[in-house]
């Protein structure tokens, strides 16, 4: 672990929405405050459908987990985790496989304290607060250190998160930078918003992003070539980096819906993948 | 599966993926596919709008039990309405949490539970009607008893989690804050605080000691009053740029007062702390005392900048302040420089040491200082007694005269030094213009060159530069340049012109004549190298090496035994080889060397460099004589002539300026000119002096100088100057015929 002088967080102002809760809201979660609400709902009456947005990743998050389990994958490196809601990694994984272990991490304290409080006596899980722009820190904490012991690949999911890191923040070194950490056969699953093909009209999609850069999290769409380039070192596994809803889609029956709902078009507005490391 | 009474156990089971609990045993198998039948279109009209992770076939599966619970509870006898409150509740727990969906859950009900589960025997239509509504009542009222709980649980968890992160954040920010007050308090260096108005709200100890400010505090000052005269002139805009926070950071050294009105010089870094939403709030200085480094380095700069001796700006500090007066190009900035020289100080050194010298060089700069009258003129010492004044800025051009005027007057009167008056002149030169157009280099040639006209002029002027003066100069500086090196390179040769004897025509001699074979500029002749050599000194070795070529070739014609007569060699001696102190010992020593007889030799001086000559001067000359060299008076009759004066010199020739006999080359003769060369011819007989005559052009005017009495004649009609060899066979020649 680096020797740096722990000089004192930046203060908590829970006077400004953080992306963390602002997402729970959207999943119908009440792990918010009305400040977080306040900015969901400017967002939402940009674009109504963000709450299938967020359903279309969580579904793929669930099926991607699964997927790894069943690929023999059981432990999972989970950046910018956010708020703990239903359905997360841990369940997911640990009820198909009671073995699996899980690091979150994240950097906003409000969601690291709540993790911790959700995943106190899970010896299986736990979480680090770092940044995503700081990979060293976050390899050099102990729990991922050890969690990336050497010759037990590792999912590391970087789900809806990426699209946080303007370009000036090096995303693809940062992604690099964890690629080279993992061990042979581990995978890459990730999400990212885009607004290529993307269900939003232009206008609605500046206006979403106008609430999240006045709340200082400033959306960073890309394109499927730019969110290819983070597969960078991966090879990617059947259908390859495709719309959230078309990566593995779970057989919903006859005639149902696409797990986006309502707008079967919610899935497009996100690329989702997973990739191998050699 | 009611509502937790806290986060964790929320958690720890309801947030867990809800496991559909194991549908009760059906009465038959046509009954439990009519449930089923009932969950599926439940969960088709439901799903869409539970905002549940679950697929649609895992919602239905978690529906069936539900369902089968609401078919029992509709034909429990007696009825009791409390099963739909728990059905109620296993949705919300199921994340079936959207407001929107109870509609759809409860119009499903409505419509499809009594359809698919029909009552029993027994009971109406209507009587089962009637406990649909009120299950779908119980199961409103559980929905929203279990999403209130879960809504509250859930905001006590992100409740208590926002305080926990706080809580530890302010556990961080009481270490930081502890740790950055050993810092502040102990570090070496000066640390302040101020708000971005300026007002100073923090100092720390080293600061407070740095200041020596114990009277007068520096915390609740403002950092504006902390102004000083020697501020860069940059540093209150990069200030002004700080707290406006178009800048994060700047550095500078900068001087304050101190509590007793000493200077404290800093080395300053002040940073810009904004708050969480980036608008500047403090600036922090942190400042170094560098006051004791800055004396060092400023006593060294002064060293290096000025001279020793007189005090006076040096050579490096006037080039770097020429070189940025000569490249700021404002359009109407102008520069003067005076270039100044005091004539005849090597006189005074020579004469009266060293020491007095130096003193006389201190009291001339005490003068020149005070001819300053402000800081846009500048006097240096260059070296030497060389000194420059420098004046800058608009109306130079037109102040620089009055400069050198004030200077010259400042000197007039004469320097008392250990109860002597010596009277000091000087020479100026004066350069000026407009700047951007000259370089310093040549800015400070045109000056010497310009110096040297005013000493050439009789010192103690000034003269202004003007660019014919100076390209002759130049020209002039160029050569003299070359000289010594061509000395050194053999470039200098030698040429011979006959002498002969005008009673039979044999050649008796030859005088050497010096030639520069200039690299660039071809043959030069004496005229145009031999002043220059004169006035650099040159002229002793180049004269010294003349006379031993000379020597060389005379000895060579005596050794040749076709030569019929032993022929002597003329060499001229320049005036400044003639104050030589061991000219007599070197000419003897060359002719012993050359094995010649000091006969063999005759030296030529010209009339002009002995008019005025005492004996000590002549003495050389005289000894020279007595040994038994020849002395010629060269160009006689171009000076005036003291004839009176002529018998005290050593001399035992007279050799006759040509303009003298220009007259006699064609016949008639012009008889002015017939009566005075017959006059000197016969004075100077009567001093017994033989007469040579120079540029000899006809035979006619040989003739008629034989029939005056002339010995010599030398010129064109016998032969140009040309190499030794020529001069042999001339000899023979003149043997043969």
């Known amino acids: ?278 | 599966m009611t509502g937790a009474p806290n986060g964790r156990t929320l958690y720890g089971t309801a947030a867990a993926q809800p496991s559909p609990a194991p549908e009760e045993p059906a009465r038959d198998a046509e009954e439990l596919e009519r449930t089923r039948a009932f969950a599926a279109i439940w969960c088709r009209a439901v799903h869409p709008a539970a905002g549940t992770p679950m697929t649609r076939p895992e919602f239905e599966r978690y529906l069936r039990p539900l369902a089968a619970r609401l078919r029992d509870a509709l034909r429990a006898q007696p009825f009791d309405p409390r099963p739909g409150a728990e059905v109620g509740a296993a949705l919300v727990h199921g994340h079936c949490t959207d407001p929107d969906a109870l509609p759809l859950i409860l119009g499903a009900v409505d419509a499809y539970l009594p359809l698919y589960c029909p009552p029993g025997a027994g009971r109406t239509a209507g009587e089962d009607r009637a406990r649909c509504t009120r299950l779908q009542h119980a199961l409103a009222a559980g929905f929203a008893r279990a999403l209130r709980e879960r809504t509250l649980a859930e905001q006590e968890a992100i409740s208590r989690a926002a305080l926990a992160a706080q809580a530890q954040t302010e556990q961080a920010l009481h270490t930081s804050e502890a740790r950055f007050r050993a810092v502040f308090e102990g570090a070496a260096i000066g640390v302040g605080i101020a708000d971005v108005d300026g007002h100073i709200t923090d100092v720390n100890d080293a600061l407070v000691r740095m200041f020596r400010s114990l009277d007068h505090p520096v915390a609740g000052r403002n950092v504006g009053e902390l102004v000083h005269p020697q501020d860069s002139p940059e540093v209150w805009g990069l200030y002004a740029e700080l707290v406006r926070g178009d800048r994060d950071h700047y550095r500078v050294e900068k001087p304050y007062y101190r509590g007793d009105g000493s200077v404290l010089w800093t080395d300053l870094s002040v940073t810009l702390l904004r708050d969480a939403q980036g608008r500047p709030q403090y600036q922090l200085a942190l400042m170094e005392d560098i006051t004791e480094r800055r004396l060092l380095h400023e006593r060294l700069r002064h060293q290096a900048t000025h001279d020793d001796l007189t005090g006076l700006p040096n050579r490096a500090l006037f080039f770097e302040r020429l070189d940025k007066a000569l490249e700021s190009g404002g359009a109407d900035e102008d520069f003067g420089l005076c270039y100044l020289d005091i004539d005849g100080f090597k006189a005074v050194n020579d004469s009266l040491g060293h020491g007095v010298g130096d003193q006389l060089l201190v009291a001339v700069a005490e003068r020149l200082r005070s001819c300053v009258t402000g800081p846009h003129e500048l006097i240096a010492r260059l070296g030497g007694d060389e000194f420059v004044a420098l004046i800058t800025g608009p109306g130079a051009q037109r102040d620089v005269t009055a400069l050198a005027r004030r200077m010259l007057d400042a000197l007039a009167e004469p320097v008392r030094l250990d109860g002597r008056h010596l009277s000091v002149r000087a020479s100026i030169g004066i350069v000026d213009g407009p700047v951007g157009e000259l370089g310093a280099a040549e800015v400070l040639r045109s000056a010497d060159i310009t110096m040297y006209r005013a000493k050439a002029a009789g010192g103690n002027r000034y003269e202004v530069a003007d660019a014919d003066s100076d390209a002759r100069a130049i020209a002039r500086h160029d050569l003299t340049n070359c000289l010594p090196g061509a000395l050194d390179n053999g470039e200098f040769f030698i040429e011979y012109q006959p002498l002969v004897r005008l009673a039979d025509g044999t050649v008796r001699g030859a005088e050497a004549l010096v030639r520069w074979l200039h690299p660039v500029h071809g043959v030069l002749g004496p005229d145009q190298f031999i002043p220059l050599a004169e006035s650099t000194g040159l002229i002793v070795p180049l004269g010294r090496w003349v006379l031993e070529e000379a020597a060389r070739q005379a000895r060579a014609w005596r050794n040749d035994d076709s030569c019929p007569l032993p022929l002597r060699v003329n060499v001229n001696l320049s005036p400044a080889q003639l104050r030589y102190p061991s000219l007599v010992a070197e000419t003897v020593a060359v002719l012993d060397n050359a094995g010649l007889e000091p006969s063999a030799l005759c030296l030529e001086v010209t009339e002009s460099a002995l008019i005025g000559a005492d004996e000590e001067e002549l003495r050389p000359l005289r000894q020279l004589a007595d040994l038994g060299v020849d002395i010629a008076l060269d160009d006689f009759g171009t000076g005036y002539s003291n004839l009176s004066y002529l018998r005290r010199l050593p001399v035992s020739t007279l050799k006759l300026d040509r303009s003298f006999t220009r007259g006699m080359q064609c016949a008639p003769a012009d008889p002015v000119d017939v009566k005075i060369v017959e006059g000197i011819v016969s004075l100077a007989h009567t001093l017994d002096l033989s007469v040579t005559v120079e540029g000899v052009e006809t035979g006619t005017q040989a003739d008629h100088l034989r029939i005056l009495g002339c010995e010599t004649a030398q010129g064109w009609y016998y032969a140009r100057p040309g190499p030794p060899e020529r001069l042999h066979a001339l000899s023979l020649a003149d043997a043969s015929s």
């Open chain 1, 1 to 278: 672990m680096t020797e740096r002088p722990a000089w004192a967080p930046q203060g908590i102002d829970l006077s400004m929405p953080s992306v963390s809760r602002i997402y729970d809201y959207y999943l119908g979660g009440s792990h918010n405050f009305e400040v977080d609400r306040e900015a969901a709902r400017q967002a939402m009456a940009a674009y109504p459908g963000l709450p299938k947005i967020m359903q279309a990743n969580r579904a793929f998050l669930r099926r991607a987990v699964r997927f790894a389990v069943a690929e023999g994958v059981t432990r999972f490196l989970d950046i910018g985790s956010g708020i703990p809601t239903f359905g997360n990694v841990h369940e997911i994984a640990q009820r198909a496989d009671p073995r699996s272990r899980v690091v979150y991490v994240d950097h906003d304290p409000v969601a690291v304290e709540h993790s911790r409080a959700v995943l106190a006596g899970n010896d299986r899980a736990t979480v680090v607060a770092a940044d995503l722009r700081s990979p060293d820190d976050i390899l050099g904490s102990p729990p991922v250190a050890e969690l990336l012991a050497p010759g037990r690949p590792v999912a590391l999911l970087l789900v809806a998160v990426l699209h946080f890191l303007q370009d000036a923040d090096e995303p693809r070194k940062a992604v690099a930078g964890l690629r080279d950490a993992l061990p042979s056969g581990s995978l890459l699953i990730l999400t990212h918003a885009t607004e290529q093909d993307g269900p939003m009209r232009p206008e609605a999609g500046e206006r979403v992003r106008g609430v999240y850069q006045a709340i200082g999290s400033p959306l960073c769409t890309r394109s499927r070539d730019r969110v290819a380039d983070f597969f960078e070192g991966f090879t990617l596994v059947e259908p390859g980096l495709v719309p959230m809803d078309a990566w593995r889609p779970e057989d919903d029956g006859p005639g149902a819906p696409a797990p986006g709902g309502m707008d079967g078009r919610a899935g497009a507005a996100g690329f989702a993948g997973v990739g191998r490391k050699p």
